[in-house]
């Protein structure tokens, strides 16, 4: 598929443009239908058009479609802060600033974390993923392709071994290359910020120790670090829960969200501990599109539904039919390439190992060409992009679920044939 006037250095997994969608379906330009499993690279939780999501955006779009909050506030942003003081768990009162995108609250984290502790050093870990964006960039746990020809990136950043029973690094290993870290490369006095994902997207839906986790938070305490969470991509219900931080007995003093957090519409946040947030001078925080109307009426509508009781139901549906279904596979052993499952909740990737055949990230990307053709979209993930990610809306159709685990399961078949 050509792109013509587009960039050639924007990637496109599937050469195919949409034209419409309806929850965890969607239909090309010639019409032919597809079941997705991309849901917008995790933006889709509550599936393409929503009815609640169209119907407070198209309301809002009759009464402001703009106003740049910090120099006319209007009452869509108000009402998306307060809604966030209630939908994220923690146990403080929250000061929030909305953004565009994660990367754009990914970099205002940065921000306020300097301004507080007064430090420059960030600890960020292997195959993270934060956004595209000069700063956040650095962040990233691995350099093709996102650092390739950008030469010096800012910082002071320095990385550590994710660990995770996903990805075969332990609580101690992780724990000892910190310690190493403060002994030989940066004292914990000169260090502003840790970042990290409760559970890695790009990195392969691996899920972080918990017994890490607590420890860092402690880490963090002990030395006045800032412990900033990325939910950007794990936040709004795909963990199973509102957020995946729930999962860890921990709270950040940051959260980045993003993604599904709008249902589509552009919009992302970073909130925290007011003594943090409030840290930079009056216009040290801000944006002329920041906060739109629109997308906030459809966060505002985001939150209101996924505060019944069916999100968890939803999550645990979706669960459920995938961790059947890749045992179903595995025991068949008719797929020697079929690797764990990884993550949590509707929060799943699966792994592709190598065969004489082929490596896995060739498996991959045949499965992915061949559930195309037969109308199943898919993505990958991982630092070798041997990690199928599934992120299907966690509205979709029983029915529609299994129709597109049957599709995989086919595509699977070809590649063993």
Same mark, same amino acid.
């Given at each position: ?125 292997? +195959? ?51 310690? @190493? ?24 839906? @691996?899920?972080? +120790? ?6 860092? @938070? ?23 829960? @509102? ?9 950040? +003093? ?99 190992? +190598? ?63």
């Amino acid at each position: 598929m050509e792109l013509p006037f587009v960039s050639e250095s924007m990637g496109v997994v599937h050469p195919i443009c949409v034209e419409r969608g309806h929850n965890a379906e969607v239909w090309d330009e010639q019409g032919r239908r597809y079941i997705d499993f991309v849901g917008g690279i995790g933006v889709l939780n509550l599936g393409h058009c929503h009815p609640a999501i169209v119907e407070a955006a198209v309301a809002q779009l009759g009464r402001l479609t703009h106003s740049a909050f910090n120099a006319v506030p209007h009452r869509s942003y108000l009402d998306v802060v307060e809604a966030l003081q209630a939908f994220v768990p923690v146990s403080y009162p929250l000061s929030c600033m909305l953004t565009n995108s994660g990367a754009e609250a990914t970099e205002n984290a940065l921000k306020v974390a300097r301004g507080y502790t007064g430090r420059q050093a960030v600890i960020a870990f292997d +195959d993270a993923f934060h956004g595209r964006t000069l700063a956040a960039l650095n962040l990233n746990g691995k350099v093709a392709p996102y650092k390739r020809r950008l030469g010096a990136l800012p910082g002071p950043v320095y990385h550590l071994p994710f660990p995770s029973a996903d990805g075969g690094v332990s609580a101690e290993q992780s724990l000892a290359a910190l310690a @190493r870290l403060f002994e030989v490369e940066v004292p914990a006095d000169e260090v502003a910020a840790i970042v990290v994902e409760p559970v890695q997207g790009e990195g392969g839906f @691996r899920l972080l +120790d918990r017994a890490f986790a607590e420890q860092l @938070r402690e880490v963090c305490d002990q030395h006045g670090i800032v412990l900033i969470i990325d939910e950007i991509q794990s936040g709004f219900g795909r963990s199973g829960t @509102r957020f995946a931080f729930s999962h860890l007995g921990i709270e950040p +003093d940051l959260l980045l969200m993003g993604k599904s957090m709008a249902g589509g519409l552009p919009l992302a946040a970073v909130a925290g501990r007011e003594a943090i947030m409030n840290a930079l001078p009056k216009g040290g925080l801000g944006g002329t599109y920041s906060g739109n109307p629109v997308a906030c009426a459809a966060a505002k509508a985001v939150m209101q539904v996924m505060s019944e009781p069916r999100l968890s139901e939803w999550g645990a549906r979706v669960e459920q039919a995938i961790v059947a279904a890749h045992r179903r596979w595995q025991a068949s052993e008719r797929f020697p390439m079929l690797g764990e499952l990884t993550g949590i909740g509707a929060m799943r990737g699966i792994v592709f190992h +190598d065969t004489a055949a082929a490596s896995g990230s060739q498996h991959l990307a045949a499965l992915l060409a061949k559930a195309r053709e037969h109308g199943l979209l898919l993505m990958p993930s991982g630092r070798h992009k041997n990690v199928l990610r599934l992120l299907m809306p966690l509205t979709i159709e029983p029915e529609r679920l299994d129709e597109g685990l049957a599709i995989l399961e086919r595509a699977l078949e070809s590649l063993a044939a």
